[in-house]
């Protein structure tokens, strides 16, 4: 059986991208989206998406469920690690003070990094376990819904 891996590669991509633009997200895709995004007044979160496994079953799982949450971000956005090189750049170089990581998730407001979850903090934990991180910062910075 010969498989084309970049034919099996663009569905596991498109995949991860379907799944997390249901969950609530808007995808940026470039640099100039970030920046006119990440920089709005408010808050945003950013979940910066990926094709691992514990991207795929523990951090959109978790970033899906966040969004109900009475205190929540004014705005849910995703980049993509490996895929939307440029856009995913451009946002990591908000996220000073932290290594490139993904998945992982940042909180800004006003255009300001607050709080990141990193992927050491994904990896190896449950969905629940992330989105009780991700809630203790939308306690913390954002307003109620």
């Known amino acids: 059986m010969n498989i084309d891996f970049n034919l099996f590669m663009n569905d596991v991509v498109q995949q991860a991208r379907n799944e997390i633009v249901a969950a609530g997200y808007t995808q940026l895709t470039t640099p100039e989206e970030v920046d006119e995004t990440l ?3 408010g808050t945003t979160l950013v979940m910066i998406n990926s094709v691992c496994g514990c991207a795929g079953g523990i951090a959109r ?6 969004v109900h949450y009475d205190k929540r971000p004014d705005q849910f956005v995703t980049v993509f690690a490996g895929q939307d090189k440029e856009a995913t750049a451009s946002a990591r170089e908000m996220f000073t003070g932290y290594p490139p990581s993904s998945p992982s998730f940042a909180l800004l ?4 990094l607050m ?3 990193e992927r050491h903090e994904i990896e190896g934990h449950d969905p629940m376990s992330v989105v009780s991180k991700l809630q203790a910062a939308f306690d913390e910075y954002c307003e109620e819904i």
């Open 39 to 41: 920089n709005k007044k």
């Open 61 to 66: 799982p978790a970033a899906a469920h966040a």
């Open 109 to 112: 407001k006003d255009g300001k």
């Open 115 to 117: 709080t990141m979850v």
